[in-house]
């Protein structure tokens, strides 16, 4: 290359025009980065936008309004013969206490339809808490006690802000003259709020003050324990055949295509297989957890298979090597030296799937779980719903008291997602071993 040349080709690097393609690059560059961080804002406001909507609007099924009203729980109405059997005393009429404790605070009401809308101020309900305080606590037989109970979802609606005031009586859920026995009560400081236990210990319920998120809990817990006793020692022996041991061939191949391509098919589609398959052909209970775990087990195998099949992967090739020099066999070596080196993987890929069948509501329509369950599940083949199913109905509800319990059981939920995604991530970062 000459002198001219070189000359020339430096005055171009140093030209004008190389400097404005360098400028046009950066420019390039910056404007790339500035949409990738307006892409991460941007979720991000979405993200606290849809959280806080949620806890905006769930914060208050975690507390709830109650009447502490005395009861007179004679002797004659709850145990006349003085047997002092839990089981007779539980069947009272304490119905009949609740309202005639109500009449005796209120003895101006005498009209049939206002004794009713009296009624209609505190939980229907109420005569369980009554029950519930009394069995507690025998002693309070014969004697006039201060009990809290429930205020109906309207009348709790009141004292949380959702019912306006202003608007005409006609226009309102709660009339005027329950209007003024609330404020009665509360100049008497007879209105408490209180945490609403009752959100964490029951099932569901018609009423939306009295249901629950624990029936719903349980079954969840009750469905993924099926679904993870059946998913993760099959999915691991899968990925263990696939990777170790099977030949490699045009079958081989075609399992491999087909377990990719199951981890890609809609929900739904398990639901469907399950209601043709463990309902209709087997005759197995509907409704029940263990359905609802063989169909979402049968949905998580896929990820937990290739998850497995990654985490095996990544174990270096050194290590079976140096099983089989010192002389272990294939299984042994697979067994003694690569699978320990590979379950954290496989844990977190398990953790994760079990995450997703938590979420699942599509599969478990299918088979009967959108039944309305009021007792709590106490087998695998006990009725059962589960939560993301609790979910869709209340959001199906129309009582304005559903709107806050739907938001409740999602933050909830959510909860239980989150801690689960982060003990897959702590199991990651605890035993994760870097080649």
Request: hydrophobic content about 50%; proline content about 5%.
């Amino acid at each position: 290359m000459t002198d001219t040349s070189v000359q020339n080709k430096a005055a171009y690097h140093t030209s004008e025009q190389a400097e404005r393609l360098l400028k046009k690059r950066y420019r390039s560059e910056a404007r790339f980065i500035f949409y990738g961080r307006l892409a991460i804002v941007t979720a991000l406001l979405i993200l606290i936008a849809l959280i806080s909507s949620i806890i905006y609007q769930g914060h208050t099924a975690f507390y709830a309004h109650m009447a502490v009203l005395e009861f007179d729980l004679s002797q004659e109405a709850i145990d006349p013969e003085q047997t002092g059997d839990l089981e007779l005393i539980g069947k009272a009429d304490y119905r009949s206490i609740v309202t005639r404790t109500l009449r005796e605070k209120f003895p101006e009401v005498t009209t049939r339809r206002d004794r009713k809308a009296l009624k209609d101020v505190i939980s229907s309900g109420s005569d369980l808490f009554v029950r519930n305080a009394v069995l507690a606590d025998p002693s309070l037989i014969g004697t006039k006690a201060q009990i809290a109970v429930p205020l109906s979802d309207d009348s709790d609606s009141v004292f949380k802000g959702f019912i306006d005031r202003s608007l005409p009586e006609d226009e309102r859920r709660v009339k005027d003259n329950q209007l003024a026995w609330l404020d009665a009560l509360s100049a008497e400081g007879r209105i408490e709020r209180q945490f609403n236990w009752t959100f964490f210990q029951v099932g569901d319920s018609r009423e939306p003050e009295l249901a629950g998120i624990w029936g719903a809990v349980v079954g969840s817990f009750l469905t993924l324990l099926v679904t993870l006793i059946l998913s993760f020692p099959l999915g691991v022996a899968t990925a263990i055949y696939l990777e170790e041991f099977a030949p490699k061939n045009r079958w081989t191949d075609l399992i491999e295509v087909n377990i990719n391509n199951l981890a890609a098919v809609p929900s739904i589609v398990f639901g469907l297989l399950g209601l043709a398959v463990f309902l209709n052909f087997f005759g197995l209970p509907r409704s029940a957890p263990l359905v609802g775990g063989f169909v979402l087990a049968l949905m998580t195998l896929p990820t937990i298979i290739i998850a497995s099949r990654a985490s095996l992967k990544a174990v270096p090739p050194s290590i079976r090597e140096a099983g089989l020099g010192v002389g272990a066999s294939h299984v042994q070596t697979v067994f003694h030296h690569v699978l320990p080196l590979a379950m954290p993987g496989m844990m977190t890929g398990t953790i994760i799937g079990m995450a997703q069948a938590l979420g699942e509501t599509a599969p478990l329509l299918m088979i009967g779980m959108v039944a309305f369950i009021v007792d709590v599940p106490t087998g695998v083949t006990s009725p059962a719903t589960v939560l993301p199913v609790q979910i869709f109905i209340w959001a199906d509800s129309p009582q304005r008291a559903f709107v806050a319990k739907t938001a409740g059981a999602i933050m909830v939920l959510l909860g239980f997602l989150i801690i689960m995604n982060l003990l897959a991530v702590l199991l990651r970062r605890r035993f994760e071993r870097r080649w």
